[in-house]
């Protein structure tokens, strides 16, 4: 199975900062790494597919780099409706592994 | 508008079963493959079962192989999860989610709102 690994595992940021968050795969996964966002109690939703396409109705301030190995997420500046938790999903294979998640909060 | 309802969660004691149901509206049901993803209280997604579009394959987690199955039924547009032996460690929300296809690429773009499956005596 492919081990997701993000990092950090939480993160404290004001508005209108940039934040960036990283997923690592045990082993390469092209460029089959996805993004999602999850507020308390809610379903997650997608934010980015392949790596860096963005979603239909996602902001523009969220972007996704990377291939192979190392993956990037970025917020290019943060809003209020952005505190939540993500996650980063191998789709190369299956079992389609997620990352443990990152939780943005409000410093 | 696509929708995914699960409905089934509940209270089942150590031992038991239950089998959950992800009812699809909205888009054409047996054209994609479909999931199931739970989560711990407080903890993250873990991934737990898919099955392709006509349900003649299947793929499970190591945690659940040999006690859960996935199934569904195209023509009433419904995905089921039976859990058999449950676990207290199987305590979590199950979501259903459609795992849509860009090219090769693969994404869950809808998810339903989950349902709560607590075990426990």
């Known amino acids: 199975d492919t081990q997701m690994t993000q990092s950090p595992s939480s993160l404290s940021a004001y508005v209108g900062d940039r934040v960036t968050i990283t997923c690592r795969a045990s082993?390469?996964?092209?460029?089959?790494l996805n993004w999602y966002q999850q507020k308390p109690g809610k379903a997650p939703k997608l934010l980015i597919y392949a790596a860096s396409s963005l979603q239909s109705g996602v902001p523009s301030r969220f972007s996704g780099s990377g291939s192979g190995t190392d993956f990037t997420l970025t917020i290019s500046s943060l809003q209020p409706e952005d505190f939540a938790t993500y996650y980063c999903?191998?789709?190369?294979?299956?079992?389609?592994?997620f990352g443990q998640g990152t939780k943005v909060e409000i410093k | 508008e696509v929708q995914l309802v699960e409905s089934g969660g509940g209270l089942v004691q150590p031992g038991g079963s239950l089998r959950l149901s992800c009812a699809a509206s909205?888009?054409?049901?047996?054209?994609?493959?479909m999931h199931w993803v739970r989560q711990a209280p407080g903890k993250g997604l873990v991934w737990v079962s898919r099955i392709n579009s006509d349900g003649s394959s299947t793929s499970y987690a190591d945690s659940v192989k040999g006690r859960f199955t996935i199934s569904r039924d195209n023509a009433k547009n419904t995905l089921y999860l039976q859990m058999n032996s449950l676990r207290a460690e199987d305590t979590a929300v199950y979501y259903c989610?459609?795992?849509?296809?860009?090219?090769?690429?693969?994404?869950?773009?809808?998810w339903g709102q989950g349902t709560l499956v607590t075990v426990s005596s």
């Open positions: 909205g888009f054409t049901f047996s054209s994609y493959w």
């Open positions: 082993q390469s996964i092209s460029r089959y």
């Open positions: 989610a459609r795992e849509e296809t860009w090219g090769t690429y693969y994404y869950f773009d809808d």
């Open positions: 999903q191998q789709s190369y294979s299956t079992p389609r592994t």
